[in-house]
């Protein structure tokens, strides 16, 4: 069974950065296509970013173009996420999640294992 551990997560002012990191443990990460999910109070799960097993390929919501990078050690068995000019909007709680197969996905449902979450909170 693959586990999932965020962590990096925290307060932040607006403008600032933070780099998430997700531990995997029980199989290796090789195989699967790592991405992050993110939950604000009162709305739906909704896909920040993917990168696929390989990391040859990645996607990225609108919303976070241009400022967050999706990343992965396989060798350590770790993806990364790196926000930069973090924004209010941004504040949620984020998940790393796993999806079997390898290839990116879009939606929060495509994912097969989910880590606990870590929040991350913008405000000044």
């Known amino acids: 069974q693959l586990q999932l551990v965020e962590s990096g997560g925290g307060w932040v002012q607006p403008g600032g950065s933070l780099r998430l990191s997700c531990a995997a443990s029980g199989l290796a990460l090789d195989s699967y296509a790592i991405g992050w999910v993110r939950q604000a109070p009162g709305k739906e799960r909704e896909g920040v970013s993917c990168?696929?097993?390989?990391?040859?390929?990645?996607n990225y919501a609108d919303f976070v173009k241009g400022r967050f990078a999706i990343s992965r050690d396989n060798a350590k068995n770790i993806v990364y996420l790196q926000m930069n000019n973090l924004k209010p909007e941004d504040t949620a709680v984020y998940y790393c999640?796993?999806?079997?197969?390898?290839?990116?996905?879009?939606?929060?449902?495509?994912?097969?294992?989910w880590g606990q979450g870590t929040q991350v909170t913008v405000s000044s």
């Open positions: 999640a796993a999806a079997a197969g390898g290839a990116v996905v879009i939606e929060a449902r495509e994912y097969d294992f």
């Open positions: 990168i696929s097993a390989s990391g040859m390929s990645e």
